[in-house]
């Protein structure tokens, strides 16, 4: 059966009854039907111990990140833990773009899949008439007689669209005459991507969001001075939009756990987590929280280490490191890595051993958790198996997509076993260092690069964060999510190589500098042959063709 078709055939709870069996009473449950609710209120102080969910570099179909978090989360079910996952909420870009779904595979699912994958509880549109609101904004003040004195030319807000669209990446608005306003080149990009998305996933309350709103900036006046958004007095209008979405949804996993799936800012182009208050409200109420990092250890595990937990003040205690065997042969150089290639593998642990360094500088030694799939075989497993002893490394096999929690018990007793003598998170940089060390830190003992250039924007970019003050804050890297270096095309564990600064940027709201690196993208693209092709819909209304 389909992921799709395994959804349907499953009985939900109501959603009363999961939050009842973790303490939430029902009075703070905001319900969207009988299997969805926002929890309202204030989190319970902090029981829960949290395990983050990382993974060596995928291949372009993703090693199942998110399956092995929610079927780990069943595995403590089955060994009789009051478990939950925090989890991001999937944006429309990829569903319907490469990947399908994002709410798992196999009998690791949280659901209602149809659901989440699609409007959900409306988060993702609030988000985005909050950032469409301020650009309209922007271009209205600049209509009406421009008060503030903003260089239409130095306008570096974008509107946004969760979809993928290349053709709204560079456009021109305002054409028309002057009843349309002022001309000026602009662009789109991706919901996910937006500093919006970002401050709604590290602001906790309603006066932190409305504040963190109030300080994105939006360009430059003539003279050179930065324009931010409380002062054309938008960031409660915006707030007003998101104070809804702010609160985190509850749903459920295929086998009953609860899932807070909350938030959904990409890790290759933001910071990849969900919701700090996603994740506060699963530790107050469940005794062990898994969540996870978008792409690899070296996007979002990365950011979740040097990032959210400044942010958020919390740590966790266990990490586990996805790898597939199929990701091993593509990194070790199979052509079709589908097909059975142990001396692939061998090559592409060198990519594991990488992100498994990663890890242990940041202070954790990684449970391995391999995600099976059927073109696996025993000489294959036994390399990785083989791998994990030489690096004393606890090892699991997860099964968690044929098998659900049943297939993650294993994995389950591992990470317990590794909770037994938790982890200390050691941060990779202090905020106070130089903005180039910081970057040349993540790029030398992270990626594994021997050094960084500049193009001539980003050294224009990088003195305008100076000089305004913006240095001293942590540092997004948005790179392919590909390859450890900046360049898809480099698979494994490359040597040699330098990365490419091309541009950065302030986000001042969310309180962090985004560093781009190569060619990487905030408005993506449909591929030659989108998802959204097999999406369909029955004559009594029923859902197929969706992952």
Known sequence: MTDLEIAQKATLRPIREIAGAIGIPEDK??????????????????????????????????????TVSIGLTQGLGKLGKRAAVALREPSLGPVFGVKGGATGGG????????????????????????VNLLAAMV?????????????????????????????????????????NGVPAESGFEITVASEV???????????????????????????????????????????????????????????????????????????????????????????????????????GAEKFFNVVSRAAGFAPEAVVLVATVRALRYHGGADDYNVPNPEAVKQGLANLAQHAGNIRQHGFDPVIA????ASDTEEEIELVRAFAREYRLRFAVAEVWAKGGEGGRALAEEVLAALETPGQLQPLYDPNEELKEKIRRIATE????????????????????????????????????????????????????????????????????VVYMGDVMTMPGLP?????ERVDVTEDGRIVGLF
């Open 197 to 299: 998305m970002a401050v709604m996933a590290l602001a906790r309350t309603v006066p932190e969001l409305k504040e963190r709103l109030g300080r994105i900036r939006i360009g430059y006046t003539f003279d050179r001075k930065p324009v931010y958004a409380y002062q054309l007095k938008a960031n409660g209008a915006m707030t007003a939009l998101l104070v809804q979405a702010l609160k985190p949804n509850l749903v459920q996993t295929l086998e009953g756990q609860p899932a807070f799936v909350h938030m959904g800012p990409f890790a290759n182009i933001a910071h990849g987590t969900n919701s700090v208050r996603a994740t506060e409200m699963a530790l107050g109420y469940a005794d062990y929280v898994v969540t996870e990092a978008g792409f690899g250890s070296d996007l």
């Open 29 to 66: 449950l905001f319900h969207y039907g009988p299997y969805m609710a926002k929890v309202e209120g204030e989190p319970p102080p902090k029981r829960g111990r949290l395990i983050l969910v990382t993974a060596l570099t995928p291949t372009p179909a993703g090693e199942g990140k998110t």
């Open 107 to 130: 009998y690791s699912q949280v659901l209602p899949m149809e659901e989440i994958n699609l409007h959900f509880t409306g988060d993702f549109h609030a988000v985005t008439s909050a």
């Open 370 to 373: 391999l995600n099976h799939f």
């Open 446 to 513: 992270v990626y594994g690069a021997a050094g960084v250039t500049y193009t001539k924007k980003a050294r224009n970019a990088l003195r305008r964060i100076e000089r305004d003050g913006c240095d001293r804050l942590p540092v997004v890297m948005a790179k392919t999510p590909a390859s450890l270096s900046d360049d898809p095309k480099l698979r494994g564990r490359p040597g040699d190589f330098t990365v490419t600064v091309t541009d950065l940027k302030a986000r001042c709201g969310a309180g962090f500098v």
């Open 528 to 532: 030659k042959v989108p998802a959204a």
């Open 139 to 179: 271009d209205n003040h600049i209509h009406q007689g421009n008060a503030l004195g903003i260089e239409p030319r130095r306008v570096e807000y974008k509107r946004v669209l969760d979809m993928n669209d290349r053709a709204l990446r560079h456009v021109v608005t305002g054409l028309g005459g002057p009843i």
